[in-house]
């Protein structure tokens, strides 16, 4: 039995179906990520214009029937459409990529209102920050995910001895998500990030700070760990991360 909800979501991307309608995939914070169409919404007086457009916030009212592939979006209202973030760039890469991400690993109609507040958070942080190199935001939404997916970063300790992080320079691992000081020995296979002291100090701050203040952290790395990320995520998931938004970051 199909029930009518309302709903706040993340529009993570659309795309046509038959002649006037949409299909939209959102973010939403009550049900997950949800396959919706909205009908009519290429006619010039539909009330969906401007509003299903990706990245935007919006509140949504949806034809929801548990089990059903594809729900029917009934109206949408944008409640913010990040413009600083569009008429960036960098930023539209980032915030592109998160969203790339959450399509690619989030179950459908699996409902985490924890996960979609902070990556509402986050988006707003994104826009109201004044930073040259906007990519830790990426950083921190991967490294959040993986905790919600079920494999959380470890960079107190060494994975094999135990040992504090304390023998410089340590190796931050894919495979084990972990560290691994100096002196432990490790296969040639292995894909590792090298961290000196200070590199090591502000990731292990990364994982902690709220999104309000991530333009505080310095990072000379961003790229390489933005990579290593990316790999644990896909060597865990087994889903193939290679991000079209990414490729537009200049």
């Known amino acids: 039995m199909a029930v009518i909800v309302k709903t706040n979501a993340l529009v993570l991307s659309t795309s046509k179906w038959r002649e006037s309608s949409k299909i939209v995939h959102m973010y939403s914070a009550d049900y997950g990520y949800l396959k919706t169409v909205a009908k009519g919404a290429y006619r010039p007086k539909s009330p969906f214009r401007g509003v299903l457009e990706s990245m935007n916030y919006i509140e949504a009212v949806v034809n929801y029937k548990e089990n059903r592939g594809l729900q029917n979006l009934n109206s949408a209202t944008l409640l913010d459409a990040f413009q600083t973030i569009r008429e960036d760039l960098p930023k539209t890469a980032i915030a592109l990529s998160i969203l790339e991400v959450i399509q ?13 507040n902070y990556t509402s958070r986050l988006m707003r942080a994104l826009n109201d920050a004044d930073v040259p190199e906007p990519r830790i935001f990426l950083a921190h939404f991967l490294i959040r995910i993986s905790q919600e997916l079920g494999f959380a970063w470890s960079v107190a300790f060494c994975n094999d001895c ?8 340590v190796r931050l691992q894919v495979q084990h998500g972990a560290l691994r000081c100096r002196s432990c020995p ?41 990579t290593l990320l990316l790999k644990r995520l896909a060597h865990h998931t087994e889903t193939i991360l290679e991000l079209k938004s990414l490729k537009w970051y200049v």
């Open 104 to 116: 690619k690993l989030l179950a459908v109609h699996e409902p985490l209102p924890e996960f979609f």
């Open 162 to 169: 135990q040992a504090p992080g304390q023998q410089f320079p």
């Open 186 to 226: 490790y296969g040639a296979s292995d894909q590792a990030l090298i961290l000196n002291q200070q590199e090591l100090d502000e990731l292990q701050r990364l994982l902690v700070v709220d999104p309000a203040s991530l333009q505080s952290i310095q990072l000379n790395f961003q790229e390489s760990l933005t």
